[in-house]
């Protein structure tokens, strides 16, 4: 029973370092990263094009509608750092001139 124990820690260990190893070799972190950094960057594009004001763009909380505007570098920043959140939303603005 202990000598399963041992070798299924041994497996675990192992698996984990050979995954570290073939991520590395195959740069598979750092083509996530730089895919990341380019769907942030065609998102700023985007809403660029479609925005009033080209430095902000408008993000929705999930959890309460609250919507607000925030400065595109900060949320871009803020996606590089947590990818996989899921508090907020981008919404596209949809004030007119007129309204502000």
């Known amino acids: 029973m202990v000598g399963l124990i041992v ?4 497996l675990i260990i192992l698996f984990f370092v050979l995954r570290e190893l073939n991520c590395w070799y195959w740069k598979i972190n750092e083509r996530v990263t ?9 998102e700023k594009i ?3 094009l479609g925005a009033s004001d080209l430095d902000e763009i408008t993000i929705e909380e999930i959890e309460t509608g609250k919507r607000k505007k925030v400065n595109i570098d900060k949320w871009i920043e803020h996606k590089m750092k947590k990818p996989t959140s899921t508090k907020y939303k981008t919404v596209k603005d949809e004030t007119t001139p007129e309204q502000k």
């Open 7 to 10: 070798a299924l820690a041994i």
């Open 34 to 42: 730089l895919q990341y950094k380019t769907n942030f960057l065609l």
């Open 46 to 48: 985007s809403m660029q």
